[in-house]
């Protein structure tokens, strides 16, 4: 019943009903940071959504947004990704699962679905008995080949 709950809030975003849900208070700051993240450009780090939260409440340090970040990646309300060796990014999570591509170059992200990856997906279980959750794709994107081709 819980988890059947948690589901259909968290796929209308509802934030502040899946935190009440779960018997979380909906602190200015809990609020503050939802907003931020989804009003923010996707893949925000820690860092940068303190930053943000900060032109409004400059008292809220890092520690409260990580514990923050991390009790709304736990109701399945953000995504945590790594798109990199360490530094973790944060972004409101989406309906359909998606995957990263990093350019090297410019740093830019791209989404793509599952129907992006051809056979992969089925490859990889059948092959490897792995199924992937997320795919982090590391090269270089369009704008930057298109750039350094003469
Ligand atoms: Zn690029
Ligand atoms: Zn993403």
Redesign the pocket.
Known sequence: MRECNRFAIAMTHHAAQTLQDFGYRLTPQRTLVWDVLRRGTPHMSAEEVCGKVQEQFPHVNISTVYRTLELLVGLGLVRETRLGPTQRYFEVEEEVPHHHLV??????VTHVHDEDLGGLNAALSSEQGFVPRELTVFG??R??RDRSEP
């Open positions: 350019c090297d170059q410019c740093g830019s270089r994107c704008d930057c």
